[in-house]
C-alpha cells in the first residue's frame, strides 16, 4: 500500500508530503498519527517542555491580514507593560518550575534595542532560565545584541512559504527577506523556531508542504503551527477558520519531516478544540507554552477571538498541564529544554 511505503521513508519529497496532507480516511489518517508519535519518541522522547509567554506589548506596525492585533485594529485597548512587571510574571513564571520564559509583543519599536537588552540582563540576573525572544522583524544588529545579552531563542514564524500569498497576506512585504531576517537570527547565535500558519485563505497542501519543506531546509530548532482562526477585527473576519483534523495532519506530517525539532502544540490548536493540546502531543507535539500575561493586559493580547485561558490564573496552569501530561504517559521537562539538534545539546 503505497501510504505505509510512504510513512516509512527517511525523507519525503513534496509530492509525498502533499499526498499525506490530502489523506482523508480515518484508518489512513491514523496510521500517519501513529508514525508521526512513534517519530516524536524516537527523536524527541516522552519530556513534554513548557515555556511561559508573556505578552507584554500588544502595538503592532504591522497589519497582517489575519491578525487582531493588527494596527489598523483601532477598536483593540493598546498597552505595554512595565520592566517590574515583566519582572514580576517572569518571577511568577519561574515559581510554576518553568524553565523557559518568551517574551513576545507585536512589531513595536518604541522597546528601543537597548530596553530589550535591559528586560534580557535584568531577567538573567535574577533567574536561571532560557529566554525566548518573539518581536517580530528587527535589525541584524538587534539580534546580535540581544543574543550577547543573553537571550537565547528567537521565534519569527515564516507564516507561509508560497511568495504570493506571503506578499498578499503582508501588505506586499517579501518572504525572501524573511528569510533573511532568519539567517541573521542563526547567525547572531540563536536557537531559531519559526513556522507557519495552515488552513488560511487560498492555501493549498502543496503551500503547506513548501511550508514544512522550508522549514526542513532551514533546519529550525523549533517549529510552530498554528490553524487559522478567524478574527473579527481583521479583512479575513468572514473566511473560516482551520479544521482541527488539518491542523494534526500538518503537525504529524511535520513531525515526520522534521524529527528532532522542537514543536509545540499551540494556544490556537487548544483554542479550536477543548482536548486541542491533548490532540497535538499525541501527533508529534513536544512543547507547551502556557500564557503568563497578567490581567487587564491579558485580555487585550486578542490576535484571534476566544483565545485559550483568557481568564484561568496562570499559576493554576503548571500543575493541570502536568495532570494532563501525565495521563498521556509523558511527563513534564525539567531542564531548560533547548535544542536538540547537536549544536546545542551542551548549552
Ligand atoms: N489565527 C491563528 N494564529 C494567528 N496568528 C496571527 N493571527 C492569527 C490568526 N488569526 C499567529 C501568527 C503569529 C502569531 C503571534 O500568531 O502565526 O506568528
Ligand atoms: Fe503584528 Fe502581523 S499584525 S506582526
Redesign the pocket.
Known amino acids: 500500500m503505497i501510504l505505509k511505503s510512504i510513512l516509512k521513508k527517511d525523507n519525503l519529497d513534496k509530492f509525498e508530503i502533499s499526498f499525506l496532507l490530502s489523506l482523508s480516511d480515518k484508518k489512513d489518517i491514523d496510521l500517519l498519527y501513529q508514525r508521526a508519535d512513534e517519530v516524536r519518541k524516537k527523536y524527541v522522547g516522552d519530556d513534554v517542555y513548557l515555556r511561559g509567554i508573556i505578552e507584554f506589548s500588544n502595538y503592532c506596525e504591522q497589519d ?1 491580514l ?4 493588527r494596527k489598523s485594529n483601532d477598536g483593540l485597548e493598546r498597552y505595554r507593560m512595565s520592566l517590574d512587571n515583566i519582572l514580576l510574571t517572569a518571577g511568577n513564571i519561574v515559581k510554576s518550575g518553568i524553565k523557559t520564559i518568551v517574551l ?1 509583543s507585536g512589531e513595536d519599536f518604541l522597546f528601543s534595542k537597548s530596553d530589550i537588552t535591559n528586560i534580557i540582563k535584568s531577567i538573567k540576573e535574577k533567574y536561571d532560565v532560557a529566554i525566548t525572544l ?1 518581536l517580530g522583524e528587527r535589525s541584524r544588529e538587534e539580534y546580535f545584541e540581544w543574543c550577547e545579552a543573553g537571550a537565547d531563542r528567537y ?1 519569527l ?1 515564516h ?1 507561509t512559504a508560497n511568495p504570493k500569498l506571503y506578499s498578499m497576506y503582508h501588505q506586499g512585504q517579501n518572504l525572501a527577506d524573511r528569510i533573511t531576517h532568519l539567517n541573521y537570527l542563526r547567525e547572531a547565535g540563536f536557537q531559531i523556531g519559526s ?3 495552515v488552513g488560511m485563505p487560498h492555501q493549498t497542501n502543496d503551500d503547506v508542504a513548501d511550508d514544512i519543506l522550508l522549514c526542513k531546509e532551514l533546519d529550525v530548532d523549533m517549529c ?1 503551527i ?6 473579527p477585527s ?1 479583512p ?1 473576519k468572514k473566511k473560516s477558520n482551520c479544521s482541527v483534523e488539518y491542523v494534526l495532519k500538518t503537525m504529524a506530517v511535520a513531525r515526520i519531516v522534521l524529527k528532532n525539532s522542537h514543536m509545540p502544540a ?1 494556544t ?1 490548536l487548544a483554542t479550536l478544540d477543548i482536548e486541542g493540546r491533548e490532540k497535538g502531543l499525541q501527533v508529534g507535539a513536544n512543547v507547551i507554552m502556557p500564557n503568563f500575561t497578567p490581567n487587564p493586559y491579558r485580555k487585550n493580547y486578542l ?2 477571538p476566544d483565545k485559550k485561558c483568557l481568564t484561568d490564573d496562570p499559576m493554576n496552569c503548571a500543575g493541570c498541564l502536568s495532570i494532563m501530561v501525565q495521563s498521556l504517559g509523558r511527563r513534564i521537562g525539567v531542564d531548560k529544554g533547548h535544542s536538540l539538534k547537536k549544536d546545542f545539546i551542551s548549552i
Do not use: M, R, V
Open positions: 497582517c489575519y491578525c487582531g492585533l513576545q518573539s521565534l514564524k507564516e513556522g507557519n500558519l510552530s498554528s490553524p487559522f482562526i478567524s478574527s481583521t479575513y499551540t490556537a490576535i484571534y
